[in-house]
């Protein structure tokens, strides 16, 4: 390999808002008995949607209003895991690492199977040994194949120790699951990029940008992803 893909930008480690939130919404499509509590009153199901509000905020890079949706469910219900996990990821997004995770640890608490809140915590806390980290996460997956934010957190295990092809195969498997979210096409565009697998770079940067709403945020930077897809660009005959 040549190395010109070292220039291609920082994968995203990400919070889990929009991936837990993607998550809860898909587990309640296939839980008859989850939907029927939701819809149950007209209260569940408003603070549902201020759920996926919060999560789109938090994707699009507005905090302060991300946070604000938080905290009414909260108010209305302070043992919510979803609201919670919303605000462990903004406290991380925040590089508030020390409060990240004092949340996540009080969510495993509460729900010491939550899988969301050990991934997380496994990314934050970095200094760990990667192989028992990844040996844990390969577990949970054995258990939950479908869970994205397993894929993405084990994506960027690979990331840390520059295993390109590992780090494609898990974003691969996390976007099969979420085909629209911009931080998993990304880090698919970043992996193919190192890998100098340039027209599926390209397709994938420009995926990321087409479901991208907005053009700055806690996502990825806009500006330079246009900027490397004008270099990949040069290099296709």
Not at 31 to 38: F, P, Q, S
Not at 86 to 114: K, T
Not at 210 to 236: C, M, N, Q, T, Y
Request: no cysteine.
């Amino acid at each position: 390999m040549s190395g010109r893909g070292q220039d291609a930008p920082e994968p995203q480690s990400g919070g889990t808002a929009s991936l837990a939130a993607a998550e809860s919404r898909r587990a309640g499509e296939g839980d008859a008995d989850r939907l029927r509590v939701v819809r149950e009153s007209r209260r569940q199901e408003s603070l549902w949607e201020r759920l996926d509000q919060g999560a789109e905020a938090f994707r699009e890079g507005r905090l302060g209003e991300a946070e604000g949706h938080f905290r009414t469910i909260l108010e209305a219900e302070p043992d919510n895991i979803e609201a919670r996990l919303g605000m462990a990821s903004l406290a991380a997004r925040q590089r508030d690492l020390v409060r990240a995770r004092r949340l996540y640890q009080g969510i495993l608490r509460d729900d010491p199977h939550n899988t969301v809140a050990e991934a997380a915590l496994l990314g934050l806390d970095g200094g760990g040994d990667p192989d028992t980290e990844e040996n844990r996460l390969k577990m949970l997956l054995a258990d939950h194949p479908d869970a994205i934010h397993l894929h993405f957190a084990l994506g960027n295990i690979h990331v840390a120790s520059g295993r390109w092809e590992e780090a494609r195969a898990s974003f691969a498997d996390a976007l099969r699951l979420d085909r629209e979210n911009p931080e998993i096409l990304y880090n698919l565009a970043v992996s193919l990029d190192h890998l100098e697998e340039n027209r599926e770079a390209i397709r994938y940067y420009r995926l990321a940008l087409r479901h991208l709403r907005g053009e700055s945020g806690p996502v990825f930077d806009h500006k330079a992803v246009v900027r490397r897809l004008a270099v990949l660009s040069r290099r296709i005959p």
